[in-house]
């Protein structure tokens, strides 16, 4: 006989949904050491970071919830070729002309790719094997493989959490949304500089029957994949 599909139940909003591990993949967006550490560019824009490593702790447990329970990890980082090959003359343009994409920062040159605080913050590392989509853009779909990765392992499913609510998570899950991938995002494990815009961009997500996808807590995914595991 046929082996039953495993079936992990999470309650969320608008409604509960049922989802299997192996079709399910955890993406972090962006916890990167400049934009959550004190010292980094997104503290030197006077942005206080402690609202975005809140975040952190959520992240971390449901990080190690999806590894035991088997899930495919991805993680995700913003950021540019040294030689800004890939960064749209728009882009660099924005901000303070002293703190621009590229220019000197406090952790390395702004938002390009090796410097130290591009790097993901210690407590959500990478394990190896856990493929990590290094994205030019907001989005994590835009100039990456990311869609490659999730077709050979036949992924449906996406739990969803990271940094900011309002931009790089909201990109990515519309992005995702439009492809046909079911999106959860995982609010408090997701943060933004501006409070506001974080619940704002959360309410986007599960209005209208769930427009974009479903919202969920950390707690309730992890138990959820307590089972699962």
């Given at each position: 006989?046929?082996t ?10 608008p ?34 970071v ?17 590894r ?10 913003e ?11 728009a ?52 100039a ?6 999730l ?60 427009i ?16 699962a595991?």
């Amino acid at each position: 006989m046929p082996t039953a599909t495993p079936t992990v139940h999470l309650e969320a909003e608008p409604s509960a949904l049922a989802f299997d591990p192996a079709a399910t993949a955890l993406v972090i967006i962006d916890m990167q050491r400049d934009f959550l550490e004190p010292g980094g560019f997104g503290e030197s824009l006077g942005n206080d970071v402690s609202r975005l490593a809140a975040a952190i702790e959520p992240a971390a447990s449901l990080l190690d919830a999806a590894r035991r329970a088997g899930l495919l990890v991805i993680h995700t980082r913003e950021g540019h070729r040294p030689d800004l090959s890939d960064a749209p003359p728009a882009k660099i343009a924005r901000g303070a002309p002293s703190a621009r994409i590229g220019d000197p920062g406090p952790m390395g040159r702004i938002l390009i790719r090796g410097e130290p605080g591009h790097d993901i913050v210690p407590a959500l590392r990478p394990l190896p094997g856990e493929p990590v989509i290094d994205k030019p853009g907001k989005g994590a779909f835009y100039a990456t493989d990311l869609a490659g990765i999730l077709s050979a392992r036949r992924i449906d499913t996406l739990l969803v959490c990271g940094v900011t609510t309002e931009v790089c998570v909201h990109t990515t899950v519309r992005e995702a949304n439009d492809r046909g991938y079911r999106c959860v995002v995982i609010a408090d494990a997701c943060a933004s500089y501006i409070p506001a815009f974080h619940e704002a961009g959360l309410a986007m997500i599960k209005a209208q029957g769930g427009i974009f996808g479903w919202v969920s807590q950390s707690a309730q995914a992890v138990s959820a994949l307590g089972g699962a595991a």
